[in-house]
């Protein structure tokens, strides 16, 4: 009798574990049918190339018919964190996020792997001996990104150029790599000198800020090289109030190509941009199907970018997606 008991509970025990196990590709998913159900936690809705990051993920998923929860963890690691749990307690079959910054995660993401939910990064790396932690990092190569602002400058400058420099979020991986490449590339000219560099967060109003405090602390400023359109234009208001012609008086580089950049490149007010693609919701998608499908998927994926002059920006705003 002892032995029928048993059995029985052994069979519902296994049939409820395989319920649980749902969602395709035999992931932890709990979704009913064949939808995959994907837990995205973004950075913020710090700037332009976030919002259409942000849009670009959604209309992606629709499209996909993967079904998305999002969360917006304004700037803070820590609303992150809570995020990635509260989608390993879901059961969701994957976790993609953009690091805000590139350490402190192996905790939450072996608890990930232990839940047997595969993660994908995209646009932010982070920085973790352990590669197996995630499946796949999608994103641009921001020291590439660095290196081409820097290449423009030695290519567009003649004699002593004194420049201040408007970071991104402290410890993000394009702040960092923005600023390595940038540096590597100007180092082979001296007449070329980083004379103040400081965190504007990303954000337009940051921008703004450091460069009022730049303006009244450095006596000779040639150039800005902010690390986002949009500090870019928080910089070319302060310039204005201090009486200067941007883009004349000091010359400014900046990095994204949104549409308020891209404009303010077409009026002369912004130098040269360097792209970053905020559109990797198609292939964030194409690879969540594959990852949960069990499919192998390249270790890296880098997105294809570009770089924009005045008169390049005139003729590929009319067409400008973001
Ligand atoms: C870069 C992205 C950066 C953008 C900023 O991939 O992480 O964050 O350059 C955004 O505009 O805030």
Request: hydrophobic letters at 40%.
């Amino acid at each position: 009798m002892r032995k029928t008991i048993t059995t029985a509970l052994a069979a519902v025990l296994l049939a409820a574990v395989t319920a649980c196990g749902g969602g395709s590709g035999g992931s932890a998913g709990n979704s009913s049918d064949d939808t995959i159900t994907m837990g995205f936690a973004q950075v913020g809705a710090e700037s332009g190339w976030r919002t259409a990051n942000t849009k670009s993920i959604q209309e992606s998923a629709k499209s996909a018919g993967i079904e998305l929860k999002f969360s917006d963890a304004q700037q803070k690691q820590e609303n992150q964190l809570k995020a990635i749990r509260s989608y390993i307690q879901q059961k969701v079959d994957v976790i993609a996020f953009s690091p805000v910054v590139e350490t402190g995660w192996d905790t939450v993401l072996l608890e990930a792997q232990r839940a047997k939910i595969p993660v994908i990064l995209t646009d932010r790396a982070i920085d973790s001996d352990d590669t197996s932690l995630y499946k796949t990092f999608l994103g641009s190569d921001f020291i590439d990104e660095g290196k081409k602002a820097g290449k423009w400058l030695v290519e567009n400058s003649d004699g002593p150029v004194n420049v201040v420099e408007l970071q991104g979020t402290t410890g993000a991986a394009p702040a960092i790599d923005r600023k390595e490449g940038f540096e590597a590339e100007t180092k082979s000219n001296p007449d070329i000198k980083i004379v103040a560099s400081q965190t504007g967060d990303f954000t337009r109003s940051g921008g703004k800020q450091v460069m009022e405090a730049f303006l009244k602390s450095q006596p000779d400023i040639d150039v800005v090289y902010a690390h986002n359109d949009d500090m870019g234009l928080g910089a070319i208001e302060a310039i204005k109030a201090a009486g200067k012609k941007p883009g004349t008086d000091i010359k400014i580089i900046t990095v994204d190509a949104v549409k308020d950049g891209m404009t303010a490149l077409a009026n002369g007010e912004i130098n040269f941009i360097v792209e970053c693609n905020p559109l990797l919701g198609p292939q964030l998608m194409d690879l969540a199907k594959k990852v949960v499908a069990g499919e192998e998927v390249p270790e890296r994926v880098v997105t294809e970018e570009t770089t924009f002059t005045q008169e390049q920006a005139k003729a590929a705003l009319p067409d400008r997606k973001y």
